[in-house]
DNA sequence: CGAGTCCTGTGT
DNA sequence: ACACAGGACTCG
């Protein structure tokens, strides 16, 4: 479900509830949901102290100490999943995270897509994402996008050139940039790719500003829902007319995603 | 590259 | 009954 928007809200609202409180006990209703053995990653969690919360593109990074040794705790949400504070078990928790002096996180996700995994390092596989698209900047990003070839959706898409965009925010930017969708990123020039790289960011902040899109059933961690979706150009407005040109949106698969454009707005 | 896979729910 | 869903991995 969740892209960088979403994450970041999530992270923020929790941050307050987790930083500097100690894990108590984890539940896993659904032992699927960790990397490995699920009562041993209890035993591991258990007497954690969170020492800090982070938003690592899509994944979220539990810092935890005990004593002196150090771990953490890495969550990908994937499609469904989700963190409410304080919320009450239903029939898709999948884990509840009891921390001392404070509500209990309870984990929810519908598809059961999204990992809890606890390791003493960060895992290498964090390593291997590209830069956060917030902070990458212009002089970086055109070269980076430009050597690269390929379908322009698709790079957008791959956690290892940006970490954090999602089909609907690839979208969204693509669309700010007048970009085709099925571009050859090797092909852009560097004035569109200048503006590729300012619609990401500008698509982004707004998004976060509105605490994220909720499509389907998303809410951040006190339980409200984001705004973001009511703003989108072409996400999900398949036949609607371009808020630039009035010609109709359309929706194509491009790197098995649905992905919407304007076929007048975005020329190849 | 695309297709299949992991899952469950919703809308047509 | 079928298509589709905010993700990402594995395979051919």
Redesign the pocket.
């Known amino acids: 479900?969740?892209?960088l928007p979403?994450v970041e809200t999530i992270v923020r609202g929790l941050s307050r509830h987790v930083v500097n409180r100690r894990i108590q006990n984890v539940e896993f209703l659904w032992p699927?949901l960790v990397t490995g053995d699920a009562e041993e990653a209890t035993a591991h969690l258990r007497g954690q102290r969170v020492t800090a919360l982070r938003r690592h593109?899509?994944?979220i990074v539990f810092e935890l100490q005990r004593r002196r040794s150090k771990s953490c705790l890495v969550v990908?949400?994937?499609?469904?999943g989700n963190f409410i504070v304080g919320g009450d078990p239903g029939?898709?928790t999948r884990a509840v995270l009891h921390l001392e002096g404070g509500p209990a996180l309870v984990y929810h996700d519908?598809?059961?897509?999204g990992r809890w995994q606890w390791s003493e390092q960060l895992p290498h596989?964090l390593g291997d994402l590209g830069p956060e698209p917030l902070e990458i900047s212009q002089e970086d990003f055109v070269p980076r996008l430009r050597a690269r070839?390929?379908?322009a959706k698709?790079l957008l898409?791959n956690?290892e050139f940006l970490?954090g965009?999602?089909?609907?925010y690839a979208d969204e930017a693509l669309f700010r940039a007048r970009i085709h969708p099925r571009a050859d990123s090797a092909k852009i020039s560097k004035a569109r790719a200048a503006g590729l790289h300012a619609a990401i960011r500008n698509v982004l902040s707004e998004a976060i500003s509105q605490g994220?899109?909720?499509?389907?059933?998303?809410v951040n961690s006190e339980g409200s829902q984001?705004y973001f979706?009511l703003r989108t150009a072409v996400?999900?407005k398949t036949g609607e007319p371009c808020k630039v040109c009035a010609a109709p949106i359309r929706?194509i698969?491009?790197?098995?995603?649905?992905t919407h454009f304007c076929p007048r707005c975005q020329r190849r």
Do not use: D
């Open positions: 479900m969740p892209e979403e699927g593109g899509k994944y990908h949400l994937r499609m469904t029939p898709h519908i598809r059961k897509f596989r070839r390929g379908m698709a898409l956690q970490r965009l999602g089909n609907i994220g899109s909720t499509i389907n059933n998303y984001g979706q996400y999900g929706r698969i491009v790197a098995s995603r649905s």
